[in-house]
């Protein structure tokens, strides 16, 4: 079992930064994938960022690519996501989730994940 908790959100204004980080507790060693997730009220959940455990490659959504940042600390068990040059459309609620070792997975869609966390809001201003 693995345990994921988000923090780091807030409000900000348009063209702002803010870093989200993803504390991963449990059976971290059984991680093979991880990504970002983001879901906006009467918005079905959206993947934005992902990342191989090993760190070996990133991949992010058309959405927000070339602003935000998924990156990790395997010493600390963190996962990151720095999100920069924010607008009013990245608003929503942000979760991480994990994939279990040796599955193929799409991964942006949330059903294919086998951990979340429970969420945390950003909030962004124009």
């Known amino acids: 079992q693995v345990q994921l908790v988000e923090s780091g959100g807030g409000s900000v204004q348009a063209g702002g930064s803010l870093r989200l980080s993803c504390t991963i507790s449990?059976?971290?060693?059984?991680?093979?994938?991880m990504g970002w997730f983001r879901q906006a009220p009467g918005k079905k959940r959206e993947g934005v960022a992902a990342v191989f455990a090993d760190g070996s490659r990133t991949f992010y959504s058309d959405s927000v690519k070339g602003r935000f940042t998924i990156s990790q600390d395997n010493a600390k068990d963190t996962l990151y996501l720095q999100m920069n040059s924010l607008k009013p459309e990245d608003a929503a609620k942000y979760y991480c989730?994990?994939?279990?070792?040796?599955?193929?997975?799409?991964?942006?869609?949330?059903?294919?994940?086998?951990?979340w966390g429970q969420g945390t809001q950003v909030t962004v201003s124009s």
């Open positions: 449990g059976s971290t060693s059984s991680i093979g994938f």
């Open positions: 989730a994990s994939v279990r070792r040796g599955r193929a997975i799409n991964m942006w869609s949330a059903d294919d994940y086998d951990d």
